[in-house]
């Protein structure tokens, strides 16, 4: 008879740490603080070197428009476009004239996910007209009730345009009037996005053509797939997550990304949730000396159960050391990582179980100093928009919720 499930509880008994659960990585650091120590790390893991010759460009809330726009217009060969939320009205009408206004010839293909997109149905009419081939990806048909819950967990939350398989985009975005502005207010969200040239590019596109395959779609010419070109002096690579329990790629990219702090480890995402294995390591880095910051929503959130949710988890990581700030504007719908002066993520990649597990997710991990400072730069002006969450305050607001809760017990036993 096999005793091997008794090890973890034998150790936790007798006071040692158990080993690593079979479904994370609890890494104390990677193995090296070099870009190529750090590539090679990543390669290892997640089969994505973080190689040279990539111009980024990081573009914030509204102007992602902008970008999308100059992409359809400059495109030569094919424009794709994949995105969760596409819903009609602005922006979706602007982007509708300008794939109507691409060069003749350019092949067109779009790719949305049915429970993020809703009333898409209004927006294909005018994509058919214009030459596009529009389509769900995973298909949802029938009550949502009656559904299967796998299924409706399993959906694309990648947001990603590749033009002429030489310029890619990804973040945040969604093509709705959230994304307008310039997060000057609460109707308007804040978020950040990046635009890439270089190899990596191709693998973005094979993460359209995946998925494409996937909702039906002919394999992509070979023209989409021209040769990587030298654009810049960065390094990038690109992550593609997908349907993955135990361990999926957008796990082991972001325990990854942690495990590379030695300085500085600050983090803007939108629905934090973190595992006990993210918060371990959070924890850990803090035990190491690195300045742990994280930015999430506050008051205004867009899913109020994942607000509270977030919100439970404060308590032990503020006990610990971790900084956490509240952004007050709008929504804060960023998903960025920001690891000392030189290694950035920017992507659909949220730090909660679905994005983590069941979720289509997509990020670029980027070696770039320029890059990194301008993402700090951004980072700090969002901190002068958010409020601190002290443990202390923290600390007393949780013991008043339980005198709270307790109050009515007393004053009936009481009188």
């Known amino acids: 008879m096999k005793l091997a499930w008794l090890v973890p509880v034998v150790l936790i008994a007798a006071g040692c740490p158990a080993p690593n659960h079979r479904h994370d990585l609890r890494l104390r650091s990677l193995p090296g603080s070099s870009p190529e120590a750090r590539s090679l790390a990543f390669f290892q893991s997640l089969g994505v070197a973080l190689v040279p010759g990539h111009r980024v460009e990081l573009v914030e809330n509204g102007y992602i428009f902008d970008a999308i726009e100059e992409e359809i217009l400059a495109a030569r060969t094919s424009i794709h476009i994949t995105s969760y939320i596409w819903r009609p009205g602005e922006p979706s009408d602007r982007l509708v004239r300008a794939l109507a206004a691409r060069r003749p010839g350019v092949a067109c293909r779009v790719l949305v996910d049915p ?47 590749v033009r002429d398989g030489e310029v890619g985009i990804t973040g945040g975005w969604g093509i709705w009037k959230s994304w307008m502005g310039n997060a000057q207010s609460a109707e ?146 960023s998903k960025t990582m920001l690891v000392d002066d030189s290694l950035s993520v920017v992507g659909s990649t949220n730090m909660d179980p679905l994005a983590l597990t069941t979720l289509e997710e997509c990020s670029v991990v980027v070696e770039d100093a320029a890059l990194a400072a301008q993402l700090a730069a951004s980072f700090e002006k969002d901190l002068k928009h958010s409020r601190e969450i002290h443990w202390s305050g923290w600390k007393r607001r949780g013991l008043l919720q339980k005198l709270g809760e307790r109050l009515p017990w007393f004053i009936g036993n009481y009188l």
């Open 115 to 161: 429970l993020g997109s809703v009333n898409f149905e209004a927006v294909r009419p005018a994509l058919a007209a214009s030459g596009c081939d529009a389509r769900y990806f995973r298909p949802i048909q029938g009550d949502f009730a009656a559904l299967d819950a796998v299924r409706l967990r399993a959906r694309s939350h990648r947001k990603l345009v």
């Open 188 to 333: 308007y969200w804040r978020d950040m996005n990046i635009r890439v040239e270089g190899p990596a590019v191709r693998e973005m596109q094979v993460a359209f053509a995946q998925n494409w395959q996937e909702a039906g779609g002919d394999f992509l010419p070979a023209t989409d797939f021209p040769e990587p070109r030298y654009a810049g002096d960065a390094r990038a690579g690109f992550v593609a997550s997908t349907d993955n329990r135990f361990l999926s790629d957008a796990r082991r990219m972001t325990l990854l990304t942690i495990a590379a702090a030695r300085e500085r480890l600050w983090i803007a995402n939108s629905y934090f949730i973190p595992s006990d294995a993210i918060s371990d390591m959070l924890l850990e880095k803090v035990k190491q000396g690195v300045d742990v910051r994280v930015i999430v929503p506050g008051r205004h959130h867009d899913v109020a159960p994942v607000h509270a949710a977030q919100r439970a988890s404060y308590a032990r990581l503020l006990e610990g050391g971790v900084r956490i700030w509240e952004y007050e504007l709008s929504m804060m719908h």
